[in-house]
């Protein structure tokens, strides 16, 4: 709930205002129980107890990096459901990349989340449930927060939407909108709302193609929405917002790494407000994917520069834990696959 939403459930009960505030403070602090709020009167707590419940995400694995102490976790739900979270350690704090879905429905071929399936949305709680597990589970304060862990956020809007006002509430976490990303696939309808709430958040386009012949043969999305409706939204989204769009660009031996694709890529965000986040793609069972070379890396990003396009490798991180998302819980469920992206 909201906090304004709490004052009107406490009327509701015949309970003064106040007590809104006490109850969504204890919600945001990462107590699992009803009974852990002390300065509530049993009566009240025993009431919540018969009407509501607190989300909880339990630990049931993690795995650690012994080379920069990454964390990676199979968190369990409640209904049996399984997602995964990973905590990242950088100079400036911890960042948290989080699940919004239960599996995901994109279907994305480099993509290893896609090929167990896809159970369900996640609620707004049990994405701030798995940020407090991990703070519980640390003794630290989450300061960033990466949407790109299991399923697509925009496919989940509403409650994604709802996760956001909450997690960068004053009373709540109050992790500001400048340190959350939100990555997509490009769910074209969502990023045009998405710009008319002029959150400041950051917004990651996982683009990956320069065309959508090669696009639509890695993403089946780009058959819905192909690159020029694309990248339309994405203009509108920076001119709504005044915000740079950071673009995933997964590189994969011999399929879009040539210096024809970069040429072709950044001619398409001539004029436009954006970072080419490239990132060598993970092996994926039954794609013969591999990929692409240091030398085809440096070439990709020199002809981007000389375009005017900034664009850097991504930060490898958990390398010895397989940090991207989908085997914990593939290895929990029995689902098949191997390692890859997560969304």
Same mark, same amino acid.
């Given at each position: 709930m909201y906090e304004d939403e709490l004052v009107q459930y406490m009327s509701e009960?015949?309970?003064?205002?106040?007590?809104?505030?006490?109850?969504?403070?204890?919600?945001?602090?990462?107590?699992?129980?009803?009974?852990?709020?002390?300065?509530?009167?049993?009566?009240l707590r025993q009431k919540l107890v018969e009407s509501c419940y607190i989300s909880d995400a339990t630990i049931e694995k993690k795995l650690i990096s012994a080379y920069d102490d990454t964390r990676k976790y199979l968190l369990s739900l409640p209904d049996g459901e399984y997602v995964e979270s990973v905590l990242m350690h950088y100079h400036h704090g911890y960042t948290s990349c989080i699940s919004t879905q239960v599996g995901c429905k994109m279907g994305c071929t480099f993509c290893a989340t896609g090929q167990s399936g896809f159970s369900r949305n996640l609620t707004a709680s049990e994405m701030i449930s798995q940020l407090q597990s991990e703070e519980r589970d640390c003794g630290i304060r989450i300061s960033n927060i990466v949407l790109m862990g299991m399923g697509e956020p925009l496919d989940n809007y509403d409650n994604v939407v709802r996760f956001l006002r909450l997690v960068s509430s004053e009373h709540g976490m109050n992790i500001g909108m400048r340190h959350i990303s939100l990555s997509t696939c490009g769910i074209v309808p969502r990023i045009y709302d998405l710009a008319s709430l002029h959150l400041q958040l950051t917004l990651s386009v996982s683009l990956h193609a320069p065309n959508d012949e090669i696009r639509s043969r890695t993403m089946p999305v780009n058959r819905k929405y192909g690159i020029d409706e694309l990248l339309r939204a994405c203009r509108h989204y920076c001119h709504e917002t005044g915000r740079r769009? %950071?673009?995933?660009? =997964?590189?994969?031996?011999?399929?879009?790494? %040539?210096?024809?694709? =970069?040429?072709?890529?950044?001619?398409?965000?001539?004029?436009?407000? =954006?970072?080419?986040?490239?990132?060598?793609?993970?092996?994926?069972?039954?794609?013969?994917?591999?990929?692409?070379?240091?030398?085809?890396?440096?070439a990709f990003i020199n002809i981007l520069s000389r375009s005017g396009i900034t664009a850097t490798v991504r930060r490898t991180l958990g390398s010895d834990i397989n940090a991207s998302c989908g085997q914990l819980r593939r290895s929990a469920t029995g689902a098949g696959g191997a390692k890859g992206e997560g969304t």
């Open positions: 009960l015949g309970q003064p205002r106040f007590r809104a505030g006490q109850i969504y403070k204890w919600l945001h602090s990462g107590v699992k129980s009803f009974d852990e709020m002390t300065n509530i009167s049993k009566e769009i %950071s673009f995933e660009y =997964a590189m994969i031996d011999g399929v879009n790494d %040539s210096d024809a694709c =970069a040429r072709e890529l950044a001619q398409r965000l001539q004029g436009m407000i =954006a970072h080419v986040n490239l990132i060598p793609v993970n092996a994926v069972s039954g794609t013969g994917y591999r990929k692409s070379k240091t030398e085809r890396l440096s």
